[in-house]
């Protein structure tokens, strides 16, 4: 099955500690991307890869770092830097940039 | 810069009841449209989509016409069904913002039986 995978699901840390989220995808995309969604918000660009080896910053990218060493892989660090990280965070993936975005099903982040 | 504009929620129908979410957007370019659903605790699923003026996208029974004239991209669904509450998010891409992603903040709907 293709799809887009996010592990783990629900994810707890203390304040002060680094934390790195997991978005996987077998679906041979090329751009990958992570956002952020607060309660009543749309969702806000953190960073985004459109190819290997290489990304930008989105919107929100302070507090954040990510890599992209393979096409199936793009990981999220959240670091102590950002101050409000309890959030909810959806990787996305896309065969270009393009056309429509495929969504896994989110790491909830809960800092204590 | 790129924005998208929805209707405020949440809304609350009952079950067969006509839905409308209204959405309207501001975009330097022709921007692609683009209507995804959030269901409880999961993330966006595309709804549909229309990539120029006068595309009508459609899915599940939801449509939406691209209005360049009025900038508008309105969901619309003849006969809800309670299986069809969720968050509607409305989106637009844009070669002037590089094809990121923009999205409205999201409408709650909720169908009562």
């Known amino acids: 099955d293709g799809g887009i995978t996010q592990s783990p699901k629900y994810l707890f840390r203390k304040e002060g500690q680094n934390v790195t989220l997991s978005c996987e995808q077998n679906?041979?995309?090329?751009?990958m991307y992570w956002y952020r969604q607060d309660p009543g918000q749309g969702l806000r660009l953190i960073y985004y890869?459109?190819?290997?080896?290489?990304?930008q910053k989105g919107d929100i990218a302070e507090g954040y770092s990510v890599s992209r060493e393979k096409k199936e892989s793009f990981p999220l660090t959240v670091t102590s830097a950002q101050k409000n990280p309890t959030a909810f965070y959806l990787c996305a993936s896309g065969m270009d940039p393009y056309n429509e975005q495929f969504f896994g099903p989110g790491t909830r982040l809960t800092v204590l | 810069g790129n924005s998208v504009t929805q209707m405020e929620g949440p809304v609350t129908l009952s079950e067969e009841a006509f839905l409308t979410i209204n959405c309207t957007y501001t975009?330097?370019?022709?921007?692609?449209l683009f209507w995804y659903v959030q269901y409880p605790g999961e993330g966006l699923q595309l709804l549909l989509k229309?990539?120029?003026?006068?595309d009508k996208g459609s899915n599940k029974g939801f449509e939406a016409t691209y209005r360049k004239e009025t900038t508008s991209f309105h969901l619309e669904k003849g006969s809800v069904q309670v299986s069809d509450s969720a968050v509607y998010f409305c989106a637009l891409s844009d070669r002037s913002n590089d094809y990121k992603l923009s999205f409205g903040a999201g409408t709650t709907v909720t169908v009562r039986a």
């Open positions: 975009a330097t370019g022709y921007p692609s």
């Open positions: 229309a990539t120029k003026a006068d």
């Open positions: 679906l041979n995309h090329d751009a």
């Open positions: 890869s459109q190819i290997v080896n290489d990304f």
